[in-house]
């Protein structure tokens, strides 16, 4: 019997891209493959990195070859917490490769699919945390300053769920600045083509207008909105359809979708989504501590991790395994085939929805221990059942520290929502425990 055919991770295990040896290719896209890789030192040394290249076939494509140039130049001076670094680019026989920081999480398009999936409902303190650090992050590259003291703002472009990764410990972290709007960049976008991700565009942005950083804060309360409502904000037939209703459309107030959020943080979240930008914070801090004042349950970093270990155990375990494997040189096979594995549905009886848009009206299963009222009406999430819903005097993150620097255990929390998130499923995408997705700028003429 003839052995085996090999699979192309098989291939790739051992293989050296300039200083790096690969472990196991996690993905592959259109224009660029991911690979989980390290760089080898003395005494059994290694630094694990997800390593970006560019396929051999499209290194003729000029204008994807100066936006992943951009990527390197704009992001590899950043140093900040919630912002994924990019540490070293290089090249190999004549392919272009990026290593960028290792993040063990999922972004978050991938948790509210896992969380719907689960029936498990985004606590409104959760979706607080995340935008409110995403929105620190662009804080600091909106007011970068390059090594000679010359400022160098930074604007993103392309705020999403799929650029904002949450590890397993807790941090929160924006990622991808391919398509970013920085001086000195490479390449220049062409007059009447707009870039960004549909849905998540600011009415400047679709009527290609000159950005600054409140576009990117128009994104951050979009995912806000979507977060606390549990649907999509800006949808239609059309990409078309979708950007009329960025420029025109008004958004609905949040509290009206679900009753646990206060009435301070819906007025946050549609400031934010004000049409006009002088109308809107003026900077990511601003935004940062208005969700914070106005979110007492707002989560600290244990509880953002608490509640990621319960929606992606299977995943914490799998990248666990893979990376004590990889430390002794042992078979990552098997590991790195899970962590890359489609993430299948659970056999369960199928529920009815209301189509596009729709959403998921199941009541999320109660932790161990909470009990549900008979009256069905549940407690607000981020306080304990029985208790009153006025908010806790305990301490809260404050811009510009650390969370979680008290040595307070805090208590557990009861997280249940009536509704859980819910948005619309996009393309399947393996479900990896470092992020990747290149498939070039949305261009909309």
């Known amino acids: 019997m003839p052995p085996a055919a090999k699979s192309s991770s098989?291939?790739?295990?051992?293989?050296?891209?300039?200083?790096?040896?690969?472990?196991?290719?996690?993905?592959?896209?259109?224009?660029?493959?991911?690979?989980?890789?390290?760089?080898?030192?003395?005494?059994?040394?290694?630094?694990?990195?997800?390593?970006?290249q560019i396929l051999p076939d499209i290194k003729a494509d000029d204008a994807f070859v100066k936006m992943f140039l951009d990527e390197a130049r704009i992001t590899a001076a950043f140093n900040h917490s919630n912002i994924g670094q990019v540490?070293?680019?290089g090249e190999e026989r004549d392919e272009l490769y990026l290593a960028m920081e290792f993040i063990a999480g999922q972004n978050l398009e991938q948790t509210v699919k896992r969380a719907a999936k689960r029936e498990m409902a985004i606590p409104v303190g959760f979706a607080a945390r995340v935008v409110r650090d995403a929105a620190m992050g662009l804080h600091y590259a909106h007011n970068f300053m390059d090594p000679a003291g010359q400022p160098m703002s930074v604007v993103h472009r392309d705020v999403s769920p799929k650029n904002v990764m949450i590890t397993w410990t807790g941090q929160v972290k924006v990622i991808d600045f391919g398509i970013a709007k920085?001086?000195?960049?490479?390449?220049?976008?062409?007059?009447?083509?707009?870039?960004?991700?549909?849905?998540?565009?600011?009415p400047e942005?679709?009527?290609?207008?000159t950005l600054d950083g409140r576009t990117d804060l128009f994104a951050a309360a979009v995912m806000l909105h979507e977060l606390l409502s549990g649907e999509r904000l800006f949808t239609g037939p059309t990409d078309a359809a979708m950007m009329l209703r960025i420029v025109d459309g008004a958004a609905e107030n949040p509290a009206a979708k679900?009753?646990?959020?206060?009435?301070?943080?819906?007025?946050?979240?549609?400031?934010?989504?004000?049409?006009?930008r002088e109308q809107r914070y003026a900077s990511g801090r601003d935004f940062a501590r208005a969700i914070e004042q106005a979110c007492p349950e707002l989560f600290e970093d244990e509880e953002v991790a608490e509640f990621m270990g319960q929606l992606f155990d299977d995943k914490?375990?799998?990248?666990?395994?893979?990376?004590?494997?990889?430390?002794?040189?042992?078979?990552?096979?098997?590991?790195?085939?899970?962590?890359?594995a489609e993430d299948q549905p659970e056999a369960r009886p199928a529920r009815k929805t209301g189509g596009l848009g729709a959403?998921?009206?199941?009541?999320?299963?109660?932790?161990?221990?909470?009990?549900?009222?008979?009256?069905?009406?549940?407690?607000?999430?981020?306080?304990?059942?029985?208790?009153?819903?006025?908010?806790?005097?305990?301490?809260?993150?404050?811009?510009?520290?650390?969370a979680g620097r008290s040595s307070m255990r805090l208590p557990k929390r009861a997280r249940i929502q009536p509704t859980c998130a819910w948005m619309p499923r996009m393309p399947s995408a393996a479900l990896i425990s470092i992020h990747f997705t290149w498939s070039g700028p949305k261009m909309v003429r």
């Open 10 to 52: 098989d291939l790739d295990r051992g293989r050296r891209i300039g200083k790096y040896e690969i472990i196991t290719r996690l993905s592959v896209g259109g224009m660029a493959e991911l690979f989980l890789a390290f760089l080898p030192g003395p005494g059994g040394f290694k630094k694990f990195v997800a390593l970006k």
């Open 87 to 89: 540490f070293d680019l």
């Open 182 to 202: 920085a001086r000195g960049r490479l390449n220049r976008t062409q007059v009447g083509v707009v870039k960004g991700t549909s849905g998540y565009m600011s």
């Open 205 to 209: 942005q679709v009527r290609n207008e």
């Open 258 to 276: 679900n009753p646990y959020v206060s009435a301070q943080l819906a007025e946050v979240v549609l400031k934010g989504l004000s049409k006009k």
């Open 316 to 340: 914490i375990a799998i990248t666990r395994s893979l990376l004590e494997q990889a430390n002794v040189d042992g078979d990552v096979k098997q590991a790195a085939e899970g962590l890359t």
């Open 359 to 402: 959403r998921a009206t199941a009541t999320p299963h109660p932790r161990a221990g909470v009990k549900v009222a008979s009256s069905g009406k549940l407690p607000r999430v981020g306080t304990n059942p029985g208790m009153s819903a006025k908010p806790s005097s305990r301490n809260l993150p404050q811009v510009g520290r650390q």
